[in-house]
Nanobody, 122 residues
Framework: HVQLVESGGGSVQAGGSLRLSCAAS????????MGWFRQAPGKEREGVAF?????RTTYADSVKDRFTISKDKNTLYLQMNSLNPEDTAMYYC???????????????????WGQGTQVTVS
């Protein structure tokens, strides 16, 4: 059973930075896609950033040029710079073990999820 555990969330002032980490265990193969999603109170879940085979990355327009997704063998990262209050949300990492050629931005295609880590920007 694949387990994903996020860490690195916290409370920061606008303009600050955070780096989120997602440690993966229990997998016998590397997922084709891993991604970060976020959900704020009263809002729908949205895809933030995605990485295909640990290399090709895509980003939501709202975070382009501010966030960077990366991955090593066991850990997924999200470097978040120039944070603003609109970035406040619970952030989740997710893995898609089905090959799709390109990472899906739809959370329904991700079959493994972490418990989430809270990011608060004031």
């Amino acid at each position: 059973h694949v387990q994903l555990v996020e860490s690195g969330g916290g409370s920061v002032q606008a303009g600050g930075s955070l780096r989120l980490s997602c440690a993966a265990s229990g997998a016998i193969y590397t997922p084709y896609c891993m991604g970060w999603f976020r959900q704020a109170p009263g809002k729908e879940r949205e895809g933030v950033a995605f990485i295909l085979l640990g290399a090709r990355t895509t980003y939501a327009d709202s975070v382009k040029d501010r966030f960077t997704i990366s991955k090593d063998k066991n850990t997924l990262y999200l470097q978040m710079n120039s944070l603003n209050p609109e970035d406040t949300a619970m952030y989740y990492c997710a893995a898609d073990t089905y090959y799709r050629g390109v990472c899906s931005t739809d959370g329904r295609h991700y079959n493994f999820w972490g418990q989430g880590t809270q990011v608060t920007v004031s």
